[in-house]
């Protein structure tokens, strides 16, 4: 499985918004700045984040974007779906149980099972860490 750039760049965008969780609302170029995500790129992943309801949106002079819950309620797993979409390492054992039709053999398919494991061990790796967790590990390496 390969991260796309936007993937990467939204998790970042997340990171240093959990960073400055707190502060009220962080103005766009602030995030990007931290993050080291462009502007005009950072603009079109917070509108997902937003719809999603993992982000709010301020406008106006002192208006930006900050994080809907605490960075410890925030999981990368959640980010993720909503930059990459379903964990799907093979179509046919996407979490969208709607691409298992593309595979014409999934009923008699002996790799399957492996596709399976690894789809589960990347979606419990994910879903089992916080944007705080991340916080935490970075700071704890930096010492």
């Known amino acids: 499985m390969k991260v796309s750039t936007r993937g990467e760049y939204g998790m970042r965008a997340m990171v240093s918004l959990a960073r400055m969780y707190g502060q009220g609302p962080v103005p766009l170029a602030a995030i990007a700045s931290d993050s080291a995500v462009p502007a005009a790129y950072l603009e079109q992943l917070m ?7 993992l982000v709010t949106s301020t406008r106006g002079a002192h208006g930006g974007y900050e994080l809907a819950r605490p960075p410890a309620e925030v999981r990368v797993g959640e980010v ?6 379903p964990i799907a390492p093979m179509a046919c054992v996407s979490e969208d149980s709607g691409d298992e039709d593309l595979c014409p053999i999934i009923d008699g398919c002996a790799t399957r099972a492996v596709w399976i494991k690894v789809r589960d061990s990347i979606a419990a790796a994910l879903d089992s860490t916080t944007l705080a967790d991340l916080l935490d590990q970075h700071a704890a390496a930096a010492r």
Do not use: D, F, I, T
């Open 80 to 85: 993720y779906r909503v930059m990459e979409g």
């Open 47 to 53: 509108g997902p984040l937003r719809r999603a309801g």
